[in-house]
């Protein structure tokens, strides 16, 4: 919870998002505030215009002051705005001048609060042309339920509007963060072999500098990863003349006549040089894939492909009494060139040899469906733990009980070159064998092929 707790303070969409909400409400509460008390006042400013509106029309419409004005009859008030007309009474000597649910007699003229029978009220005291005066009030009580209403009524909308405001700017926020977010993730998804520079098409132009930064960096990343690959090429190509004198010396000193023990010395010799040129080749080959662009035209026919590959494995296999079967009723064609794919499939078949103990059985097939080729195989070895699956693609990496000749690269060249041309490599438990691995390649279909013989051909 504290990551993810500190990880929303350095978010700086987060910060954005939560300054302006708290922006707004501090806005939306004062304007609230503002709306409210001048919507209150105004209430009541428009209530006082009334009352003098209504005490001028007597004097200008010349309406009569009857008595009944005097007597507080119903016929006084307005039950809708409760508005109440009387006459003022005259002051008497000695006397107060007021009467039980009368008006003061010395009311001033204008608008003032008084109270009538101990309720307060709002009251304007108008002098009519004919000297007499008229009180016309209205009771606080109703004054200020009206001014409320009133004030919320001017509060509805900001109470309406702020969490719209809030919803807006959470959606525009993250719509202009969107471009981080589909950069982040192209770039996440990206291989630990593309390089290739961040386009700045529709980049906003406050991310411009760094993207720009992190391009500079990959090239920077990407001219040193090209010097390592060179000079692992060049340090290869350089030792393959010296290793194939040598297999040749070697060879013309297992011909002549030496004694048993010197013979002996002489064929382990020759083992360890062509491990050696075995391994030249794999890291040419390998400096190779991850050097060379990526084929756009190129097929190459996967029976053909795996009819030469088992032609040259095939004395490696009658060695060790293996009896490898391939299955196959189509002449599938994949986006890569030929060389390129029997690399794939030696690698592939050499591991499966290598790995898989004298008299076991090793599965070759290949099939399409939905545009998609698969290679399979599968062997009766010992398999490969869950957990080591993902680091036999790492180069030189080998298994530690593992007494299987091999340079610890094929199955590294075999990923780079199929992920060349968009494919996939997948390691799983054999499902034909009680234990080995199965190894299944998933490329693009280049063409339908001619179809082959229906049955499986077991060799």
């Not at 008084?114 to 307060?120: A, I, K, R, S, T």
């Not at 194939?244 to 064929?267: G, K, Y």
């Not at 009658?318 to 009723?329: T, V």
């Amino acid at each position: 919870m504290d990551g993810a707790a500190g990880g929303l303070r350095q978010s700086l969409r987060f910060r954005l998002s939560l300054w302006l909400a708290g922006s707004i409400l501090c806005v939306g509460l004062v304007s609230g505030m503002v709306s409210v008390v001048v919507a209150y006042n105004e209430a009541h400013e428009f209530q006082d215009d009334m009352l003098r509106q209504t005490a001028s029309l007597f004097d200008q419409r010349h309406l009569p002051t009857a008595r009944s004005l005097a007597g507080g009859s119903s016929r006084d008030a307005d039950p809708e705005a409760r508005v109440i007309v009387r006459l003022v009474p005259p002051a008497k000597a000695g006397g107060t001048g007021t009467s039980r649910s009368s008006f003061p007699a010395r009311l001033a003229a204008g608008a003032q609060t008084v109270e009538l029978d101990g309720v307060p009220y709002r009251a304007f005291v108008q002098v009519l042309d004919s000297g007499k005066r008229i009180v016309v009030a209205q009771q606080t009580e109703v004054r200020n339920e009206a001014a409320r209403n009133a004030a919320l009524r001017a509060l509805i909308p900001i109470l309406v509007l702020v969490p719209v405001l809030l919803a807006v700017v959470a959606a525009l926020v993250r719509r202009l963060f969107a471009p981080i977010a589909r950069t982040a993730g192209a770039l996440d998804r990206r291989s630990g072999e593309d390089l290739e520079p961040i386009p700045l098409g529709h980049m906003p132009t406050e991310m411009r500098p760094f993207v720009t930064a992190i391009n500079s960096l990959l090239e920077r990343v990407r001219e040193s990863v090209s010097m390592q690959r060179r000079f692992v090429a060049t340090a290869a190509h350089e030792l393959r003349s010296p290793l194939t004198a040598l297999s040749l010396q070697a060879e013309r000193l297992a011909a002549s006549d030496m004694p048993d023990a010197a013979s002996e010395r002489v064929a382990t010799l020759r083992q360890g040089i062509e491990r050696n040129r075995w391994l030249v080749d794999q890291l040419l080959t390998l400096a190779r894939a991850q050097t060379s662009p990526t084929p756009t035209d190129s097929t190459a026919s996967v029976r053909d492909a795996l009819r030469s590959v088992l032609e040259d494995l095939m004395p490696l296999a009658e060695s060790k009494q293996l009896d490898i079967g391939a299955e196959g009723d189509a002449d599938l064609h994949v986006p890569m060139n030929e060389s390129d794919l029997q690399a794939v499939l030696r690698n592939l078949v050499s591991n499966a040899i290598h790995y898989t103990p004298p008299g076991g059985r090793v599965d070759l097939a290949c099939a399409q469906a939905a545009g998609v080729v698969e290679v399979t195989v599968e062997d009766s070895g010992p398999g490969s733990p869950a957990s080591e699956r993902e680091r036999v693609f790492e180069a030189f990496h080998r298994e530690a009980d593992s007494d299987a000749p091999g340079s610890g690269l094929g199955l590294s060249i075999v990923r780079t070159l199929v992920h060349r041309v968009g494919g996939g490599v997948e390691l799983g438990d054999s499902r034909r064998f009680g234990s080995g691995l199965r190894v299944c390649v998933r490329m693009a279909s280049a063409r339908a092929g001619m179809k082959a013989d229906a049955s499986g051909r077991r060799d």
